[in-house]
């Protein structure tokens, strides 16, 4: 079963609009992680925003908030006033932290294009 | 800011060959992970070192497949007899400033792309 699932194989959104990514996760483990991070088409990854699952405030970095619905396990992404450099793949990842691992687990991603 | 620096940023090498992947993680950090991207799919997993050794690694890091951390600052990933399926973008990452380290994120490299000829 898939751990994470991004659902939007691709997204498109006018400059300076807002657009939500959708993420949904699947997990027993009562603490857990959950991180987005955005890769250009220049390949690095870049982390931009964490939530930890007991965490009661959604996670906000300026133009990024985290819309956190625990019973509904999913952890959107809201990026808001788009910006033309907002153009690239998103992921979604997951930590499980029982057992002490750290290892991250990514959804398939979405490629979002900003429109000018 | 401090970054975790990868070399080299793209390596070719035939098929059956050794290849080193070199990583210089963040200088405060004590976790560090290897994870890869083959073309157009997710990333994925592949092993993670705490205190000199593996923590875990996955179904992807067979025997081919080594870490080691040769000095107090680089963390490398051998892989020992390259294949074609081999060929991906591979991350380093680094985080954990502490025993627990869950709210604190991993920060990646910029990658080096393996292509396996």
């Known amino acids: 079963a898939q751990k994470i699932t991004q659902t939007q194989p691709g997204m498109f959104v006018q400059e300076k609009e807002a657009v939500t990514l959708d993420c949904t996760y699947d997990t027993s483990d009562p603490s857990y992680g959950l991180f987005w991070y955005k890769q250009p088409s220049s390949g690095e990854m870049i982390f931009l925003i964490y939530q930890g699952s007991y965490d009661q405030q959604n996670a906000t970095e300026g133009r990024y908030s985290l819309n956190f619905q625990k019973a509904r396990k999913s952890a959107n992404l809201v990026i808001s006033a788009s910006q033309l450099g907002d153009s690239a793949m998103y992921f979604c990842a997951m930590r499980e932290v029982s057992g002490g691992y750290n290892k991250l687990i990514f959804g398939a991603g979405t490629r979002l294009a900003v429109h000018p | 800011e401090p970054e975790v620096t990868q070399t080299p940023s793209h390596q070719v090498t035939q098929m059956g060959q050794e290849v080193i992947l070199r990583c210089v993680p963040i200088s405060n950090h004590l976790y560090f992970y290897w994870y890869r991207q083959i073309l157009g799919q997710k990333v994925e997993f592949l092993v993670s070192f705490y205190n000199n050794e593996i923590s875990e690694k996955s179904e992807i890091f067979d025997d081919q497949f080594s870490v080691e951390r040769p000095d107090g600052s680089n963390f490398t990933l051998k892989i020992r007899s390259t294949k074609l399926e081999d060929s991906a973008m591979y991350f380093c990452?680094?985080?954990?400033?502490?025993?627990?380290?869950?709210?604190?994120?991993?920060?990646f490299g910029d990658g080096t792309r393996l292509s396996i000829l």
């Open positions: 990452a680094s985080s954990g400033t502490g025993l627990v380290s869950g709210d604190q994120p991993q920060h």
